[in-house]
């Protein structure tokens, strides 16, 4: 085989397999990717070089590097991805401003009473501040600051401590804006709008379910979290001023959304623009809003280089035609649709122990989403005709509300578990160990979530039949 027939796409490639059996290679090269994962190398790497032996095999060294040297700057322009970038500043200058420790002090006084009332007032102001955030991550990050330090002050089980954190912080992953949201919506080409309008209820219920998990678990060991202060209507009352920028700013975002006055894109702006008049008239230091703005750019540059990766390997499994047989194969299983669902389901709990959320929907998505679909009876089902009792639509929006709840358990479940490693990061008398016993209870809060989303997918759904209607 010469390098000319190579480079020109006439050979047949690497494995001297290409176009004879393109399925193959793809099996092939899934299975590299997967063991370079799995042996720790990133996902950014280990899926663009699988992605690049995949293409070169299948189509030649030259068209094979002409499809991946696109890729950085035909996804990079997409409009929607904007998003990304704004929703991660908005939630690093609300931390800047103060708004955080706000949130946090009015959650404690109005909800401090309860059985664990610091740990159920750190899950509301981690749903609050998930509101103008969009990053899991940061919000671990941030109340591993403001809220740990106040809970083993009252005499908190550290563990305990350190898991409602962790936990709390993957709230950021349903409650819009969500950036994980965004991601899954360009993968589908579905509503971003309508995907963040339907993350707003789950995330709103997974945060009751994660306070009632507290309650329970406090009763059931007072020594875990001593009794908090109570405070009078008049404190109460007190503390609301501090949570009105934060609540200007989710109005201004979802009424946007919803109304269809803007764009998710412009709606995101003119929330970090409110967040940005808010933080200077509190005075923020050019030194943090400077912390800010490097920040941001740190975290977006390393999920677009996980974008830019992943898509290289999107891209080869396009041309290998493998999300195609692997949904044939799906629809064509003997078993019950709801049945396949949960094993599907199980397929992410597995991989989200070793790939961070964003690469595992990335990597997933392309295959596992046309399979769904077709499950479901196709693009142009009725509901009264589908698997799931929806519309394409729906089921797309109800998928995808699932599958990012599945990326919120991958955040808390070891070895990656990365939000407990940025809680341990931050607070270095907590060891990792301790933060993922600590997240155990919530791990099955998350599950019994997931439950509920299955049999009423009309919490999912509701909002954003309402914006289409």
Do not use: H
């Amino acid at each position: 085989m010469s390098f000319e027939k190579l480079f020109s796409g006439e050979a047949s490639g690497i494995f001297g397999i290409g176009y004879e059996d393109p399925i193959l290679v793809g099996l092939i090269c899934t299975g590299i990717l997967l063991v370079l994962v799995l042996s720790g190398v990133r996902v950014v790497f280990a899926s663009s070089f699988a992605g690049i032996i995949g293409l070169v095999e299948l189509i030649g060294v030259g068209p094979a590097l002409g499809n991946v040297g696109a890729i950085p700057y035909s996804k990079s322009v997409t409009f929607v991805l904007g998003l990304l970038p704004i929703f991660i500043l908005i939630g690093f200058l609300a931390f800047q401003a103060g708004l955080t420790r706000q949130l946090f002090e009015a959650a404690k006084r109005w909800v401090g009473f309860v059985p664990g009332g610091l740990a159920v007032a750190t899950v509301f102001a981690t749903a609050g501040f998930a509101a103008v955030s969009g990053a899991s991550t940061a919000t671990a990050a941030v109340f591993s600051r403001v809220a740990i330090p106040e809970m083993l002050k009252e005499g908190y089980d550290k563990k305990l401590a350190a898991g409602v954190v962790a936990a709390g912080g993957t709230l950021a992953s349903l409650i819009p804006p969500s950036a994980i949201l965004v991601i899954y919506a360009i993968i589908v080409e579905e509503s971003v709008g309508a995907l963040l309008l339907a993350g707003f209820l789950p995330g709103v219920f997974s945060a009751f379910v994660y306070a009632a998990i507290i309650i329970v678990w406090a009763k059931l060991n007072p020594n875990l979290a001593p009794p908090s202060k109570r405070y009078s209507l008049k404190e109460k009352v007190m503390s609301l001023p501090g949570v009105l920028p934060i609540a200007i700013v989710i109005s201004v975002i979802i009424s946007a959304i919803y109304a269809g006055w803007a764009t998710p894109t412009e709606a995101g702006a003119l929330g970090a623009f409110v967040v940005l008049i808010i933080a200077l008239y509190k005075g923020i230091k050019i030194e943090s809003l400077k912390f800010a703005l490097i920040e941001t750019a740190k975290l977006v540059a390393m999920i677009f280089s996980i974008i830019w990766g992943v898509l290289i390997f999107v891209r080869f499994l396009g041309f290998s035609g493998l999300p195609e047989t692997f949904a044939n194969w799906i629809i064509s299983l003997p078993f019950d649709p709801y049945l396949i669902l949960i094993m599907i389901l199980l397929g992410y709990v597995i991989l989200g122990m070793f790939i961070d959320a964003i690469g595992l929907l990335l990597l997933t998505l392309p295959v596992v989403y046309p399979a769904i679909i077709l499950l479901n009876g196709g693009p142009d089902v009725t509901a009264e005709q589908s698997a799931f009792g929806m519309t394409f639509n729906q089921v797309s929006i109800w998928f995808g509300i699932i599958v990012v709840k599945m990326a919120e358990v991958c955040l808390i479940t070891p070895p990656i578990g990365l939000n407990c490693f940025v809680v341990a990061g931050v607070r270095k008398d907590i060891p990792v160990t301790d933060v993922f016993k600590g997240v155990t209870l919530f791990f099955i809060a998350d599950i019994l979530t997931i439950i509920a989303l299955i049999l009423f997918p009309s919490v999912i759904t509701w909002l954003p039949d309402l914006m289409m209607s």
